[in-house]
């Protein structure tokens, strides 16, 4: 019990950092996606304010527009060069032209937790392509100077197919792209052409390869981190649970200790009240003694059986055992009592008295004269009980049920029925304790199967109450059903 309850100790702590280590990374991650996705956004939303050009608005924007010499640089321009510079029509030079793109591509409003604004250097490094659109969805520009691997070509075809798709905004073919109106007047070979909007694309595949990269370190360090921590905690596991385990060991001494002194005055009362009935005859009080001493015989047996399977302390000696003669052995003992109370018995072990299972003999008619003892107290008067074996694959399976009482099946039936596994668990514990019941039987009959590489497991048919035990068949039997 104390390496199970290290167990669940270390199993919890452990999926505590388990589950902080999966919130700081997913944290860390998402937080880095969304800046990447804001700054990708910044970065499209800066180009189409800029007509595709990083260093500034207007460069194919037709000079002998109205409108051209107050909003556009228009460097196509009449504009020539004065000390090195260009300037356009309201004479601006090429640097004071940057310096406004600049300030655009700042993003004044823009900054903020997880957002910021693009500095030149950053725009000046995009790789993306831009495409011009006219009204009626032809695409009249494509301009590949910022990008190397996507030819003009390429670039229309899949701004055609961006724009049939009816999203302004999305990824496609590792770029993310932004569609956004714009009514200007581009100059194409000296002849203006009127577009209505614009579609820039770029390319996210550097950042993709650092959202993984990212992702992938992140994992790696928590799992450092995860390891690194199991040894401490494995170690202080054992210190926390040192008071615990101190006061279970003790616990387990007393009751080895208490069952063996336990078992000398037991054995003087049984022996005396059999002088007694040989002198004076059987009466009442005579079988209240008898009675009350096997109840205890019971009990002892029973706390002792848990004592010494807690941590697997018993070592059984299993070999091969017909499991049928030992059923009909073991109902003997209690044939009376269920002849009194007129309850139909069935056991139905099958034609093959050769059926042989892997356990260990004595422990297992222990078992079973803890399930059949509990199907003669709980069955009611008239109830049945049948107790079956089947065989299927490498297993098999005794199968023992019982009508139950209607006052007790809406306790028993209407619970999960494997909570009568647990120690000193009873359904009803006024009627148990009446029929003699301590709650501890099902519990030594668990750690029994167990320890005998087995499983127990209840189960509610309507009305009665089913227990299956499971345990390993010998070498060289057939399936049978």
């Known amino acids: 019990m104390v390496k199970t309850l290290q167990r669940k100790f270390l199993f919890a702590s452990m999926l505590a950092v388990t589950i902080l280590l999966v919130t700081l ?28 050009r990083p260093e500034g608005p207007g460069r194919f924007r037709d000079p002998n527009r ?11 321009s009449e504009a020539g ?14 640097t004071e032209q940057a310096d406004q793109a600049g300030g655009l591509m700042s993003g004044s409003g823009r900054n903020g937790f997880l957002k910021h604004g693009m500095s030149m250097d950053e725009a000046l490094s995009i790789r993306f392509f831009a495409v011009w659109f006219e009204e009626n969805g032809q695409a009249v520009l494509t301009d590949t100077s910022r990008i190397y691997a996507v030819s003009g070509e390429e670039a229309e075809e899949m701004a055609q197919v961006i724009v049939s798709s009816g999203k302004n905004t999305g990824v496609y073919q590792g770029f993310r792209y932004l569609i956004e109106e714009k009514d200007c007047t581009l100059s194409i070979e000296a002849e203006p052409v009127t577009a209505a909007k614009i579609l820039v694309a770029m390319d996210i595949s550097s950042d993709r390869r650092d959202m993984l990269r990212i992702l992938a370190i992140s994992v790696l360090i928590a799992a450092l981190c995860w390891a690194a921590m ?11 649970i040192a008071p615990t385990a101190m006061s279970i060991e003790r616990q387990k001494e007393f ?14 009362i049984q022996a005396n009240t059999d002088a007694l ?58 044939a009376e009592p269920a002849a009194g109370k007129k309850l139909s018995v069935q056991i139905l072990a099958g034609a093959d008295m ?28 008239g109830g049945q009980i049948e107790v079956r074996a089947v065989v299927s694959h490498d297993k098999v399976d005794l199968i023992q049920s019982n009508t139950v009482a209607v006052e007790e099946g809406s306790n028993v039936l209407a619970e999960d029925p494997d909570r009568l596994f647990e120690r000193f668990y009873r359904a009803d514990s006024d009627r148990s304790r009446k029929k003699g019941g301590y709650g501890i039987g099902l519990s030594a009959a668990r750690a029994i199967a167990g320890a005998n590489g ?9 009305n009665r109450i089913v227990f299956t035990v499971s345990l390993r068949k010998a070498s060289g039997q057939k399936n049978q059903r």
């Open 25 to 52: 990374v997913g944290a860390i991650n998402i937080s880095y996606c969304y800046s990447v996705y804001s700054r990708e956004r910044n970065m499209l939303e800066m180009l189409c304010e800029t007509d595709g």
């Open 66 to 76: 109205e409108d051209a010499a107050s909003t556009d640089t228009g460097i196509n």
């Open 81 to 94: 060069l004065e000390n090195g510079q260009i300037r356009d029509h309201s004479g601006r030079t090429d």
């Open 230 to 240: 199991l040894l401490p905690v494995n170690a202080l596991s054992r210190r926390a």
């Open 255 to 268: 009751v080895t200790n208490a069952g063996h002194e336990l078992k000398t005055p037991l054995a003087i």
């Open 277 to 334: 009935e040989l002198h004076a005859g059987e009466s009442k009080w005579t079988r209240n003694i008898r009675a009350q001493t096997v109840r205890l015989n019971v009990l002892m047996q029973n706390l002792l059986t848990l004592s010494r399977m807690d941590e697997n302390s018993l070592k059984l000696e299993k070999k091969p055992f017909a499991i049928n003669p030992l059923l009909g052995e073991v109902w003997e003992d209690f």
């Open 354 to 381: 050769d059926l042989k299972v892997l356990a260990n003999r004595d422990s297992i008619a222990q078992l079973l004269s803890i399930l059949f003892d509990n199907a003669v107290k709980y069955t009611p008067h």
């Open 454 to 462: 087995g499983t127990i497991h209840a189960s509610a048919a309507g």
